[in-house]
């Protein structure tokens, strides 16, 4: 029924880390979103076209982001790979306690994963997003979808529809990509 606004998948470490690319990743600790989510099926992907998978890794914890980002402080994640807008403020709160760094994607592998889903859109997380992140960041992100049955009533429809276009500034005020 809509795209409501955009998502960016996004791979952050500490500073200090020596993940510099995906590619770094086998035997390391991921804190990623709860299964089923988009956060969670991209980082799968994106271990696919590195060619690995969950099972490369030394443990995946499959958790809120509050609880990702307890990890990442603790010391007991390498990685937080959410998918959800920017600034994130799960990853403003483990920046405000750490400096950290993001992943980038090169463009052979963003093709990579569009090739799995052609959904999937470059993304820049633009410099200054996070405290510390100087560069942009390329990467992969999506679209917060609105989708419903083909079976409902026109009028309910369009009722939905009339809601999110009188509601767009308050809609606007929780995601600011919703002004767009």
């Known amino acids: 029924m809509a795209n409501l606004y955009a998502q ?3 791979m952050v470490v500490v500073d200090n880390s020596p993940i510099k690319s995906p590619a770094d990743l086998k035997g390391k600790i991921i804190a990623t979103t709860p299964k089923g989510h988009t956060g969670t099926i991209l980082t799968e992907q994106v271990l696919e076209v590195y060619g690995f998978s969950f099972k490369d890794m030394a ?7 509050s ?18 807008t920017i600034p994130a403020s799960s990853i403003i709160d ?16 963003i093709k990579a994963l569009q090739k799995i889903n052609g959904g999937y859109l470059k993304r820049v997380i633009p410099k200054g997003t996070y405290p510390g992140v ?19 009533p026109e009028d309910l429809v369009y009722k939905i529809t009339k809601t999110l276009v009188r509601n767009l500034p308050q809609f606007a005020n929780v995601v600011k990509d919703m002004k767009a």
């Open 134 to 152: 100087n560069v942009d960041v390329p990467g992969i992100g999506y679209f917060a979808h609105l989708v419903v049955s083909a079976k409902l």
């Open 94 to 109: 483990l920046a405000a306690d750490r400096k950290i760094r993001l992943i980038p994607l090169p463009d052979d592998k």
């Open 67 to 84: 609880d990702a980002v307890a990890l990442m402080k603790d010391g007991h994640a390498d990685i937080y790979t959410p998918g959800t």
């Open 8 to 10: 960016y998948f996004q």
């Open 59 to 65: 443990k995946v914890h499959f958790v809120g982001y």
